[in-house]
């Protein structure tokens, strides 16, 4: 039976340890990608139901021009790590109602800074084939020092001695994000595709459209 709906713990992380060596850490990734895409997925207070929403935005006036959502249940248990396995079926199926097909995927996640290196930007990646990047409000793993407190500084994220990402001060001294390559980007172009999504907050427009849609689809469930 397949991990995406009752496997156990341990058939999922066989499936991660499977496709972890399908991600492209090679191709630098678009340079300017006409549309982005916003990931995120919402949970009703129970966790018992859960809406995925994928918002695409023009990259140069980050207008959003496509976005669906779908609603569902978990198909995985709470397990940190594994976290793809609930919510990767419903967002295939937001991202299946598009109908624009969006350069880059940005992930409300991470990619590469994951315990096993196959985090849910890393997923999503490698199932589709787009461009994806994470970007994470708060780190899975890894050691890091602050960052200087003007926008667009960073420092490395490391874990086991491997970079695995960078904490990105997208607004002056604000909190920073935790951003890490998933599929067919450079960490150099995912850290200039967050800089270029956060022109006035600290969260991406692509996670901050996709978070509204996906809470006001929970919503009008319930």
Known sequence: MSPMSSGSWQEAVAVQEELRPLVDLVGPGPAA???VAGLDV?????GELLAAAVTVLDARTLAVVDSAVSVGRPAF?????????????????????????????????????????FGLACHLGVVTGLPAIGVGKTPLVGEWAPPPIERGAWSPLRDGGDVVGRVLRTRAGV??????VGHRMSLANATAQVL????????PETTRTADRLCRDALAGAV
């Open 175 to 180: 909190k920073p994000v935790f951003v890490s």
């Open 42 to 46: 919402a949970y009703e207070k129970s």
């Open 196 to 203: 270029a999504l956060t022109p006035r907050y600290r969260l």
């Open 77 to 117: 248990g709470y397990v940190p790590g594994l976290f793809a396995f609930r919510e990767l079926p419903a967002l295939l199926a937001a991202l299946d109602r598009l109908t624009t097909l969006p350069a880059l995927l940005v992930c409300d996640g991470h990619g590469l800074a994951h315990p096993r290196r």
């Open 33 to 35: 990608p006409a549309t």
